[in-house]
């Protein structure tokens, strides 16, 4: 069984920063090829935000690029995002999500991030 644990969550005001973690424990048998981040609000899809692959190559969601920054640590099974510079919109349940090279996905419980004044 896989686990997945996210923190870095919670309220911080428009402009300001906030870091989110997830570390993967578990019944890891084969490498992590993809880590990414994604997030949703009540009543719409769960929507991509970052994703980064084993060797680093990111990709980002046009409305977050130039403010989130997505990272890992292959040896701690890491994935983060570093958050600048939010926006009320960015409020959303923020979710990471791992795929291993063959292709089995596994989700984080989700941690909560509101944008308000």
């Known amino acids: 069984q896989v686990q997945l644990v996210e923190s870095g969550g919670g309220l911080v005001q428009p402009g300001g920063s906030l870091r989110l973690s997830c570390a993967a424990s578990?019944?890891?048998?084969?490498?992590?090829?993809?880590m990414g981040w994604y997030r949703q609000t009540p009543g719409k899809q769960r929507e991509l935000v970052a994703t980064i692959t084993r060797g680093g190559s990111t990709n980002y969601a046009d409305s977050v690029k130039g403010r989130f920054t997505i990272s890992r640590d292959n040896a701690k099974n890491t994935v983060y995002l570093q958050m600048n510079s939010l926006e009320p919109e960015d409020t959303a349940v923020y979710y990471c999500?791992?795929?291993?090279?063959?292709?089995?996905?596994?989700w984080g419980q989700g941690t909560q991030v509101t944008v308000s004044s």
């Open positions: 578990g019944s890891i048998f084969f490498s992590i090829n993809l």
């Open positions: 999500k791992i795929t291993t090279i063959l292709q089995a996905d596994y």
